[in-house]
């Protein structure tokens, strides 16, 4: 069972502590494209959380079932309305099974790094292809390892810098395993947490797809369907099992 990270301190501020994610503009081209791919079918997310995409979703008549190891955050998406409308299973996202079958799994905002092994995150995408329906897609959305701006002999790369906040990524080039620390200033009072993650590359997911009879079917720069070049700093694929 992987260690939960996102306990109670974490899920009390979620939903404000990343405001650009909750925001409209971010979350409906990524729900235009999964409810797509939904179709007519039901979606499975891996990572629920809070429901940022969940319930937007199931409001667009996707029938939306989540996975999510901490109780803390689906404690919290239990209290929004339109939860009642969305089933959700305790557990680890690699290995628990649900009832049913699915038209598309997704997996986003860099939660694949989450698992911290590279058999966890082949387990993930088993576990998925299990789930869905013959045709069906899997989506991620997961940034591009930022190693090109790491110069050489240095680990570590900021990715907050603010007045009341700071976030630094460390990265062990030899493993693929990065830590995040974040630091937040509540008035006089300072809040430190590290969470440990491990980096995946595009051409590594595909592989991980191909292991588990999924073949890459899209590849993004972002929601909008932007083309992913060179220079894009993020990703959004999908694969699609094979019929």
């Not at 969470?195 to 292991?211: H, K, Q, S, T």
């Amino acid at each position: 069972m992987a260690d939960d990270f996102f306990g109670d301190q974490v899920a009390e501020r979620y939903d404000t502590s990343q405001d650009d994610m909750f925001a409209n503009e971010a979350i409906e081209p990524a729900i235009d494209v999964l409810a797509e791919l939904a179709g007519d079918g039901a979606a499975l997310e891996l990572g629920i959380g809070t429901g940022r995409l969940a319930l937007p979703l199931s409001r667009r008549g996707v029938p939306v079932h989540g996975i999510d190891l901490s109780s803390a955050m689906l404690a919290r998406l239990a209290a929004k309305p339109g939860a009642e409308q969305i089933g959700v299973t305790l557990g680890d996202f690699a290995h628990t099974r649900v009832p049913g079958s699915f038209q598309l799994g997704y997996l986003v905002f860099n939660t694949i790094m989450n698992l911290t092994s590279q058999d966890e995150q082949v387990a993930c995408f088993g576990n998925v292809a299990a789930h869905l329906d013959v045709g069906g897609c899997f989506v991620i959305e997961v940034m591009v390892p930022d190693l090109q701006r790491l110069p050489p002999g240095e680990t570590v790369r900021p990715f907050t810098v603010a007045a009341t906040k700071l976030g630094f990524d460390e990265y062990d080039l030899v493993t693929q395993r990065l830590v995040s620390h974040h630091y937040r200033w509540d008035g006089d009072r300072l809040e430190s947490s590290s969470i440990p993650f491990r980096y995946v590359w595009p051409a590594e997911l595909d592989l991980m797809a191909r292991i588990a009879g999924m073949t890459l079917l899209h590849r993004w720069n972002d929601w909008h369907r932007n083309p992913f070049t060179s220079d894009s700093r993020q990703h959004v694929s999908v694969w699609q099992k094979a019929r």
